[in-house]
């Protein structure tokens, strides 16, 4: 099965919708009420639809539950997964500006740039997530793929695990680890209009506007609309930023149907952009330079654009069976000079190269299903059918230097001029095609339930159709791989109280398989889909004001490299990360709010080439990782609240050997807000301080280079509601 290649700007479709389950959701005041929290108890209402995100949790910062792949949006105590969302109460009040800001509050993620570029780049469970590989609304192939705006989000909701099950192969084939799932905005009841403006202490000023409405007489269509703009200095020396994010989301939802537009555009723009640095002939990681400290010459810079859409919808076909369809897609332009230094001694002298690179990409993806519930004797049963497709094209090209990189330091940085470059390939005014990328996929899962829905099993499979085809810089044909493969899930939740759920899971990931390198004998040739084996058992807790998590997981991952004997490259290698996850969340007292979590990980190299580096840690993987977060709203002064969170990032390694050690680094953020009532509105001010002690550290070494944290910043705002 495969999906049609049509350009982003053809999508159509016609959509049906939503599976109306029987649930419990927690009625909840807000963040600065003192009402109790009581159980309210909802049969078929549109918490339990599959497009419908699960409620806020107890404090407002997080919702116990996500989108589950064709699944839909689950209940976390439901599901044998470990799931949490991050709400848009919390972007706002940490004003987070992109993914990497918002997961920040997930011990379990570590962000660093891309390979020599400014994308961010996560690691969940030990294990790397692409931008690209982000969902929007549980489709791949929509959002942009280096860098993501916040204003977008409803929530940002993190799959704990591999999940090739429950999501597919992503686009780029990363995440085995986890996946991330943003949840676009809806019209609420009640009307919106919003202006926020905001400036950094170095001079990065944004400003936005926000609407939604709903019309009807059954308030059954909806319009929400928002557009930031941001441009000025960041606190890295002579970096300089430009955004532009905007998006509107249109929705119907009928007693029966709901359907759903999003259209949006976003372009960022880097000026003067830090790169990473990576590790050339060094015999220790040498300490990061001062933290507003800029190595990359002033030339270095990036354009990106974006436009994407996605049309969904849902339909009941009878009260018990749902049926669904979404296709989504973007196309991106970008284009940048790169220029990255490679450090060689301890002292910090280091060579930068440059590399020019126009790129071009277009997506489309796709999801359609049925959901139904129904039972067997004194069995229940949720039957879930869905198919899910992203078709990708790549074009690109480069001019670099090769043979005259300049010297520098990362310490005492020389502006090096732009160079005649001396090395290129491909057409640079317009790039010939690299790419096609076909994942297709089929998903059967059903959950039994029995007494009364305390014990659930699931089983499920999804087979999985890649085929993915690569060209050279001229557009010729170079290799093409495609490969099947049914991938298992097996799980159980166990629910011995009303707030406490037990569960275990066998699930899978998949990858596109390498390409054999030259010097191997089947040299060219691709090697097969790459299998990663998860199994998971862990606790959930809900106790209204309070819950949280404890899971033990170990995933398993093959690793590729040439077998001495006999010169073949194929997957002889393996990683196995063995991990416990434990996090907390909610509001315990009146005013009081928390979110903590807590990581830590074996992430041993279990076989390799002849058992060179055996036993070793994987490259760019923290034995650990502590998140302390809270909020307090002052009694004493109504309206005000303190924040405050501490990051600490256990040590890891920039080299397989294990003789680079990055050093382990904790990092302190504060913030105070003040919802301020006005002539029948509220203004609210926010002031945070990002990295309060100005700490200087390597903030990652994921991918085997080193990506340096951000330096202090202080971020003022003001949002009116009118």
């Excluded at 809806?186 to 506007?209: Q, W």
């Excluded at 970096?239 to 976003?266: K, M, N, P």
């Excluded at 090769?402 to 491909?426: E, K």
């Amino acid at each position: 099965m495969s999906l049609p290649c049509l350009s982003w700007r053809t999508l159509t479709f016609v959509l049906l919708g939503s599976l109306p389950l029987p649930c419990t959701v927690w009625a909840q005041a807000s963040s600065n009420d003192s009402a109790s929290l009581e159980t309210v108890t909802v049969i078929g209402e549109a918490a339990a639809r599959g497009d419908t995100p699960a409620p806020a949790f107890a404090g407002g910062q997080v919702a116990a539950g996500a989108r589950v792949g064709t699944w839909g949006q689950r209940n976390a105590a439901d599901v044998p997964f470990n799931v949490i969302g991050f709400t848009a109460e919390l972007i706002e009040n940490q004003q987070a500006e992109t993914l990497a800001d918002v997961l920040i509050n997930d011990a379990s993620v570590q962000s660093g740039f891309g390979y020599g570029n400014y994308a961010e780049k996560f690691q969940i469970r030990g294990f790397e997530l692409d931008g690209e590989d982000v969902a929007y609304g549980g489709l791949y192939g929509v959002l942009p793929r280096q860098v993501v705006a916040t204003n977008i989000a409803e929530r940002v909701e993190l799959f704990k695990g591999a999940n090739a099950f429950a999501n597919g192969v992503s686009p780029s084939g990363s995440g085995v680890g986890g996946a991330i799932n943003i949840e676009p905005k809806r019209a609420a009841d009640e009307p919106l209009n919003r202006l926020t403006t905001g400036v950094t202490d170095s001079g990065y000023v944004e400003s936005g506007i926000e609407l939604g409405r709903r019309f009807g007489d059954e308030n059954q269509f909806g319009v929400r609309a928002n557009v930031v703009r941001g441009r000025g200095d960041t606190a890295i020396d002579g970096e300089e930023r430009r955004a532009t994010s905007a998006v509107i989301g249109l929705d119907y939802r009928g007693e029966r149907g709901r359907a759903s537009l999003d259209i949006g555009h976003q372009s960022h723009t880097v000026n003067g952009g830090r790169s990473v640095v990576y590790a050339g002939s060094i015999t220790a990681v040498p300490d990061a330079p001062s933290a507003s400290t800029n190595y990359t010459p002033e030339w270095a810079n990036t354009d990106l654009n974006t436009n994407f859409a996605m049309l969904r919808g849902e339909y009941d076909i009878t009260d018990s069976w749902t049926a669904y369809a979404a296709l989504g897609g973007n196309d991106t332009r970008e284009s940048g000079v790169y220029a990255s230094p490679t450090v060689n001694n301890s002292q910090g002298d280091a060579t930068i190269g440059q590399m020019r690179v126009p790129y071009r990409a277009e997506s489309v993806g796709g999801q359609a299903g049925l959901r139904g519930v129904f039972d067997t004797g004194m069995v229940t049963h949720q039957l879930d059918l869905g198919y899910s497709s992203v078709y990708r094209t790549t074009r690109s090209a480069y001019e670099m230097v090769l043979f005259t990189p300049s010297d520098t330091n990362i310490y005492q940085p020389v502006d090096v001029p732009l160079q005649t470059p001396d090395w290129s390939d491909g057409d640079m005014s317009n790039p010939n095609l690299r790419s096609r990328t076909r994942n297709n996929g089929v998903s059967l899962s059903d959950t039994l339930g029995f007494l009364d829905d305390r014990l659930l099993f699931t089983l499920g499979a999804r087979y999985q159709e890649v085929d993915v085809t690569n060209y050279d810089y001229k557009g010729d044909f170079d290799n093409n791989f495609s490969d099947t493969r049914l991938s298992p899930v097996y799980g159980v939740v166990v629910k011995p109280t009303d707030s406490l759920s037990l569960y275990a899971n066998h699930i899978e990931a998949l990858q596109p398989g390498d390409t054999a390198p030259t010097s191997a004998v089947n040299a060219g040739q691709s090697i097969g889909l790459v299998e990663a084996k998860q199994n998971e058992v862990g606790a959930k807790l809900d106790l209204g004001n309070l819950g949280g998590s404890l899971s033990l997981f170990e995933i398993e991952q093959p690793n590729a490299f040439i077998n001495t004997e006999t010169g073949v490259y194929d997957y002889y290698g393996e990683q196995r990360n063995r991990g416990v996850e434990v996090s907390v969340y909610g509001e315990p007292l009146d005013g009081l709010r928390l979110l903590s979590s807590a990581m830590w990980i074996d992430p041993e190299l279990t076989r390799t080439d002849d058992g060179t580096n055996q036993g070793n840690d994987a490259i760019g993987v923290p034995g650990y990782r502590l998140v302390l977060g809270s909020e307090w709203d002052i009694p004493q002064a109504p309206g005000w609240t303190l924040s405050g969170r501490a990051v600490r990032n256990g040590s890891q390694y920039l080299d397989a050997a294990n003789q680079l050690e990055v050093d382990a680094w904790t990092r302190w953020d504060l913030g105070v807000r003040y919802a301020m009532p006005l002539n029948g509105t509220t203004l609210t001010w926010r002031a945070n301080i990002e990295n309060l002690t100005d700490e200087n550290y390597w903030a990652s070494a994921t991918g085997g280079y080193l990506t340096q944290g951000e330096p202090r910043t202080v971020k003022l705002s003001a949002a009116l509601d009118f």
